[in-house]
């Protein structure tokens, strides 16, 4: 079959490629960009021409950080955020619809949103059922509230030990009060009956078409393991099953010790699906009160959250890493956490030639030192602006208004020279639509959460560099070859929007919709 080239024109594009930021014109062929310019330029152009009516075009968007494995099952449980529900009373009558299953599911709880200002206990939810176990997920992913039958199938009692790097919450006479933090999840998430991996491949593919109605292009899972089931036959399969979306997997690093399956073919980056790095936890999260912090959260001052990793363990991820050729990505919020990582790998020498070697996810509180040190290293942070503008509550009560402030210094990251992505978190956070890369854009240019709470004005940027954090800047930290940006050669991975973004109010970025999404030139996504 002969191909043809395809030319856009009528269109605002923003290109995300620093050296020819604006075009109005772009011809694909073969999947990929020819030139992109001026229409005025092409003189008797030969091909299929397609106006875009003066929209706005910008590239597909890459979510460096995401878990669409974790959003696929999610979709399938009870949503406990709001609008639907604002108190334990109201999670309690919806989880209350699903007493047919045999393990009742719900997700996307933030006490800071919940009347009664707490996470729900064993107490709470025996009031759903106390002969079927219920696993409600914290929206930050990091804890869970369980009822007293999951507790009874996990052996949990007033004598079980907490494990290493977790919590297991207790009463005033030392019972388990049903809230599991950290690795004390895995206790009851362990013992779940799992989905089979045509199930699992199945809602995956269901994800395809919300991903692109959000331009997203491309995705990244952040705990990917082998066991129960092997993500990378997860995905595989839900290729053929129709997610569309280039997926690189980053691999949990206790998984890897066990299961050290990382090889030339499976880190390819040409693969539509490859292992790009090995992945660790250092702390927990700030809306949980589980990142490592200092000075301690507000109103207990004994208390600075959890540390889950050692120097030790760091540097022999690292150099697993190393010997394969992937990043090593590592989960850390608090100020002690980042500092942990970066003095750790301070002075390493850097092992990839095209990227960061070293990943910080979230990376919310640096201190100057670390911020000073990560740049000298090279060291990527990945910070979602979204937590504070969807969490602001938990924000308040864990650190205080002028500390909450100061998270998410990403002006600051930028300034010091330090590589930068923005990512999702999805669905680990408290919004109803989780994946939308534009509230997160909105977040980072405003600095205002969705109450109008200022969340730290001096932190603002303008809105080109939060496009660029979500197309280039996460493309050059994913190492996703040949897209990010609109440019000669590259994939042609293209989004066309209902509102001009670079035009609008910042106020208004939120409203901004895809109305069409292109992978290789090819239509994919129409509203």
Known sequence: MELTRIMFRNAKIFTSNKEKKYANAMIVYNGKFEWIGYQEEIKDFQGEIIDLQGRRVLPGIIDAHMHPLLLANFSKQVACTPPVVYSIKDMIRELSTLTDAEWIEGWGYDEGKLNEGRSPNRKDLDEVSIEKPIVVTRTCGHIISVNSKALSIAGITKSTPDPAGGKIDRDELGEPTGVLRESARLLVLDKMPQLSMEESADRLAELTDSLYAHGITAITDLMASHKPLDFMGIYILAREK?????????????????????????????????????????????????????????????????????????????????????????????????????????????????????????????????????????????PQPIFIYAEIESYLSNLGVERTKTTYPVKKMLQAGIPVAFSSDAPATAWADPVNPFIGMKSAVTRVAYDGTDTGEAEKIDIETAIELYTRGAQQITRIPYTGQLKKEFEANFIVLNKDILEISAEEIDQVNVEETYVKGVLVYKK
């Open 242 to 382: 129709g997610l569309m979306q280039d997926v690189v997997l980053y691999y949990m690093w206790h998984d890897l010790k066990i299961n050290p399956i990382l090889n030339a073919e499976n880190t390819n980056r040409q693969n539509p699906i490859h292992i790009g790095g090995v992945k660790l936890f250092s702390d927990g999260s700030v809306s949980g009160r589980t990142a490592w912090v200092d000075p301690a959260f507000l109103g207990e001052e004994n208390n600075y959250g959890i540390s889950t990793i050692s120097k030790e363990e760091l540097l022999e991820a690292a150099e697993y890493a190393r010997r394969h050729g992937v990043q090593i990505v590592v989960h850390a919020m608090g100020e002690q956490a980042i500092d942990l990582i970066v003095d750790t790998f301070y002075g390493m020498e850097s092992w990839i030639q095209d990227g960061p070697s070293i990943r910080i996810e979230h990376a919310a509180m640096p201190t100057e030192k670390a911020i000073e040190r990560a740049a000298e290293m090279g060291i990527a942070f990945v």
